[in-house]
């Protein structure tokens, strides 16, 4: 099978729902240019009309995305940084998620909020975060977070396709991560978990970024402590059953993200074990996220966000 950097399948499924639907269009700051990558290329094919540039002004892009969608186009709404999304709160959370709600569910509202996240760049408290939490907290919203390039097109695909509202991160870090990608059509559902690789001691539920320290720490302790490394792929909708199954066949649990901890993915995704699995625990949940504080920008940032050592260390202690 060909490889794709993670980049690249990003922009490849927008090029694909571009070229199949003439109502998806991108709108959002300097899409034209493709500052990560993800829309290079794609106003040449496409025109200005479909790719079309903002100011910067997220509460312009929130107003175009939610009025195009609700007009009947499929808007992809690019903030560059996940940071400034919630500038167009009210849009997002307040308006796109309560749409299909308020309207009786004869009304959709599909547009996708686009936008690269995460630390590892060291460029600081308003450019680092992965702030998952805020979406995976509003009813009516969908969140995709894809740890591959292979996830990443197929869950793109999808959310495009939804007929409301799906918050979509990729994340900085995995930019040039190459991985398996068909060049035949396919799509992933949005609310299915993948095991990325099974084991019998430990799970290991890992989110974006993660999953790729997850599965690296794995394969070191192989022959030590067998790791099972289960990927959500989206936090909303939730596979909780997925993370169930494993949970009940190793017994032991670390959740790894790079959210904050306090009232993060990884809290809720720990409570929902403790209510589905609770007996077949043989130790207490670890968690592993982001510390509650800004991320500190240059070399002082791998001090908040979670590093190779703390998920080997926690994976070590729940192995006992």
């Not at 547009?111 to 939490?133: D, K, L, M, N």
Request: proline share 6%.
């Amino acid at each position: 099978m060909r490889q794709l950097a993670y980049v690249q399948a990003i922009q490849e499924a927008l090029a694909e729902e571009l070229e199949r639907d003439e109502k998806v269009f991108l709108v959002g700051e300097a899409v034209q240019a493709g500052v990560f990558g993800a829309t290079t290329g794609l106003t040449k094919k496409f025109g200005k009309e479909r790719i079309m540039d903002t100011p910067l002004a997220e509460t312009a892009i929130g107003g175009i995305g939610f009025g195009a969608a609700v007009a009947g186009y499929r808007p992809v709404a690019d903030f560059m940084f996940a940071d400034f999304m919630p500038i167009a709160f009210n849009e997002i959370t307040n308006n796109s998620a309560k749409w299909y709600f308020n309207h009786g569910g004869k009304v959709s509202c599909p547009v996708v909020w686009f936008a690269c996240c995460g630390a590892g760049a060291g460029v600081a408290s308003e450019h680092s975060q992965t702030p998952e939490g805020y979406y995976m907290h509003t009813p009516g919203l969908k969140l995709a977070v894809p740890s591959t390039p292979y996830d990443a097109k197929g869950l793109l695909k999808t959310a495009i396709r939804d007929n409301n509202p799906v918050v979509f991160f990729y994340h900085k870090r995995l930019l040039g991560l190459m991985g398996d990608v068909p060049e035949e059509e396919y799509t992933i559902p949005l609310g299915v978990a993948d095991v990325k690789k099974e084991g019998t001691d430990v799970t290991v539920i890992a989110i974006m970024h993660m999953v790729q320290h997850a599965l690296a720490i794995a394969a070191k302790m192989e022959g030590e402590i067998s790791v099972e490394v289960v990927d959500p792929r989206t936090l909303s909708p939730l596979d909780i059953d997925t993370i169930v199954k494993s949970v009940k066949k190793t017994g032991r649990v670390v959740i790894v993200d790079e959210d904050v901890k306090m009232c993060g993915p990884a809290a809720e995704i720990a409570t929902q074990i403790m209510e589905e699995a609770f007996d077949s625990l043989k130790v207490p949940i670890k968690r592993v996220a982001a510390k509650h504080m800004p991320i500190p920008g240059g070399p002082l940032e791998k001090y908040a966000i979670p590093q190779p050592e703390e998920i080997a260390a926690a994976i070590k202690a729940v192995a006992g």
